[in-house]
């Protein structure tokens, strides 16, 4: 019994392995629509005054160490980059490009 019920897990996965062309690319479907984080990426870039670069400018002046990565992001009514650099976190403001916050990063 326990040979029958091996053989037919072997079997088993042995066909299931073998998957035709036409097979494999139904299971790839994709959406050429822009996804929601883009869109709403885009509408946040479109409401900043403060492009990436002048706040990378002002983070590099705040703290003198090279930038990591930056990031819009949105916070109740308040609309800021969030810059990494080495040595500091740095959230700019993007509507008027002050520093809403510095924090030293151990």
């Known amino acids: ?3 029958l019920v091996l053989a037919c897990v072997l079997f088993g ?15 790839h479907t994709y ?26 400018e002002i983070a590099s002046k705040s703290c003198d160490a090279a930038i990591k ?11 800021f980059y969030a810059i990494r ?3 500091c976190l740095i959230k700019v403001d993007a509507l008027d ?3 809403m916050s510095k924090k030293v990063l151990n």
């Open 1 to 3: 019994m326990k040979y």
């Open 13 to 27: 996965a042995l066909h299931a392995q073998e998957l035709t062309p036409e097979q494999v690319a139904s299971t």
């Open 31 to 56: 959406n050429h629509k822009l996804s929601m984080k883009v869109k709403y990426r885009r509408l946040l870039q479109n409401m900043a005054n403060v492009n990436e670069e002048e706040a990378q």
């Open 69 to 79: 990565n930056t990031r819009l992001m949105r916070h109740g009514k308040r609309l």
């Open 85 to 87: 650099t080495q040595k």
């Open 97 to 99: 490009g002050s520093t």
